[in-house]
């Protein structure tokens, strides 16, 4: 009786939000999420001597699939303990039946193992309710268990409701929150709030605000000096808010620190490029901030030194720098070299808009291609035949 008294009332909380009315409770997908903090509710102050040991409870979270050094991890740096295997069989049985896969378990656990002993009817179900309700995938709220820790009706509600009245729709709303789940952790009125306001204050359309928050809603992460600060360092380089590249600046700026940001222009400098190069790059391909400093040093190398490329045909696309080494440029360029080898291709071919583009223009162009004469290049593009070089290309 209680779980569909529970249902009841979560269909009145949805319907209380403001929104374009396409999240109504009509059917419940596979998907569900957890709260915030180390709520003393919903562990109900089990006293010690009602908790299992620290080997019961290892043994308990390796039978779960946990490798037995993450349980000790949690045993005894973070003291965890279960109440009882039922009763943590119960929270993962509820978890199971809202979508969630036994991974997704696991990785909840081992940030938030309070799950675990969470009262699965009073404390996980009315939230799992919800964000079904709203059509949230498990996969991504495994990624934010805290947000589970939260109080449905002072927290996540108040969240939901005010992004409704930023962002255009509830699918938005959910696109946003798989880019960033951490997001919704945030006070609504002392977190949200004030970083809409300061971006309305340093000029953004409220248009602008809504996208901005789709692309990287961990903007209400930030607080409004941080904001103020990045709007001034993309003013610094002529980044105004009309220009179409600007949101997408604002959200690589808005996930680094000032720091980064001067250390890394400093290290593109450092590799042969000249301030305005860089700046020109990153207007282009924002996340060529996000590469840790040795990632860019390895890719320019190999580009330079390997491929025989002048670095500024290669600043000139800056994408080449955001594609990963390992996953792109080398199998790419195995297959290249095999086909060079059996006078397929010419070795003198412009190599940047060859290596460039998606993995389905590239697969059609030179794997599909060439496969029945050259079985070599499948192999190639599969990681199965190493890059070795391309001989005589200049």
Partial sequence: MFPSICRRRLVFLIRQIP???????QSIPDAIPLARSYSSTAVAGAPNSALCSAAATASYLVSCGFSTADAATLTTARNFRIRSPEKADAARALLRSYGFTDADIVRMARSY????NADPERIIRPKLDFFAALGFEPGKLA????????SLDKHIVPCIQFLRGIIASDDLIRLGFSRCPRALMVDPENNMRPAVEALRRCGLPDAAISKLLVIHMGVLMLSPDRIIQIFQDLKAIDMCVEDSRFLYCFRVMSSVKRETWLRKLA?????GLSEGEVIKAFKTQPTILLSADETIKKKVRFF????????SDIVERAVTLAYSMEKCILPRCAVLSVLMKEGKIQRDINLLPALLGSSRAFSARFVSRYADDVPDVVKAYEGKIKFEGFGYHS
């Fill in 143 to 150: 990624t934010a268990p805290f947000v589970l820790a939260r």
């Fill in 113 to 116: 193992s309070m799950i675990l």
């Fill in 304 to 311: 330079v030194d390997e491929l025989k490329l002048e670095i």
């Fill in 267 to 271: 290290l593109y400098k450092s590799l």
């Fill in 19 to 25: 929104g374009d009315g396409t999240s109504l409770f």
